[in-house]
């Protein structure tokens, strides 16, 4: 089965295991799903993952955070999609939920938050919104 859009199965299968109260949630793999997940981890979205190696696919398994029964993410939404890429300066990256939020951002120096972007002023493609 292929997928047109691998990181909205990813963000949905996170959404949809939060309102389950799961607390693990594994998905395929990919270096570019490793490093949004590293970046919910620095920010204290998730409590860890890990990538499993199979025999043939790999796949990634992300801890979900829980804050007294209720889930740390409560909104996790794509924003740039492959029929429609939204990308940003550094300026005009957009404040989520008036800065309690994150958005996470693709540029030439990596992925990272809204926040990192602003401060070394590079601009890129905007993937998700946590919040």
Known sequence: MSLNDPIGDMLARIKNSLLRNHKKVQLPSSKFKVKIAEVLKNEGYIINYKVLDDEKKPS???????????PVISSIQRVSKPGRRIFSSAESLPKINNGLGIAIVSTPKGVMTDIDARKQKVGGEIICKVF
């Not at 992300?62 to 804050?67: A, C, D, F, G, V």
Request: no cysteine.
């Open 60 to 70: 990634l398994e992300i801890e979900l955070k829980y804050n007294y029964g209720s």
